[in-house]
């Protein structure tokens, strides 16, 4: 597509509950990024893959998250037993190769009640 | 990660002033960017900065590469209304592979 694509664009949830969000990135962008920014902060990074390469999990705040990307293309960012201090807005970018300047999408606004 | 500072972290001016911001670091960049996010968007990429000493312009935007690889600032000239918007700083390390430590974001409002 012409941008990276996130839906939903804004979930509602309740505690304990699982939820899933997805990342369709640019046509062709070998890597990918998962970040998340919370209200008044900057973004924290989260995840990152680049093509059949192991991910780069580090950012990862709990074994509560996960992420995976199929056919090394869409991405799903997976939070289980959701607790308050999830909500925030979720962010992907992808890029044409693992380089600085990448685009993001427009997010995924998460509100854990 | 690193933790970086930006300042200021909001600047009310009027239509046709210059702007500055800058972010320091306690640890050395290879790479810095800086980043415009609008209400509701995704951050958009203004300038990136590969090489330490770097001067880069974007039309009404110049940031710079500082020396010291620790440093980094964005001036906006002539600022007009659709400036408005939070302005974020990122630097990328050796240490952190491809992830990018972003600042707190200076909030910019413009007044016409």
């Known amino acids: 597509g012409a941008g990276v694509s996130q839906s939903p664009s804004n979930k509602v949830t309740e505690k304990g509950k699982d939820v899933e969000l997805r990342c369709d990135p640019i046509s062709g962008h070998t890597a990918l990024y998962w970040y998340r920014q919370s209200l008044g902060q900057g973004l924290e990074f989260l995840i990152y893959f680049q093509g059949n390469s192991a991910p780069d999990k580090s950012g990862l705040p709990s074994d509560r998250f996960s992420a995976e990307r199929t056919g090394g293309s869409v991405s799903t960012l997976t939070i289980q037993r959701t607790q308050q201090e999830d909500s925030a807005v979720y962010l992907c970018a992808s890029s044409l190769e693992l380089r600085s300047g990448y685009t993001f999408g427009s997010g995924t606004r998460l509100t854990v009640v | 990660g690193q933790q970086l500072n930006q300042s200021p972290q909001s600047m009310f001016i009027q239509e046709g002033e210059d702007v500055s911001m800058n972010c320091t670091s306690s640890?050395?960049?290879?790479?810095w960017l800086w980043y415009k996010q609008d209400p509701g968007e995704g951050p958009v990429l203004l300038i990136a900065l590969y090489k330490a000493g770097e001067l880069t312009s974007n039309g009404r935007l110049t940031a710079q590469f500082g020396i010291t690889r620790k440093d980094s600032f964005l001036n906006i000239s002539a600022s007009i209304p659709s400036d408005v918007g939070i302005y974020f700083c990122a630097g990328q390390s050796s240490n952190s592979g491809y992830a990018l430590n972003f600042g707190k974001g200076t909030s910019l409002l413009v007044t016409p």
């Open positions: 640890s050395i960049f290879n790479t």
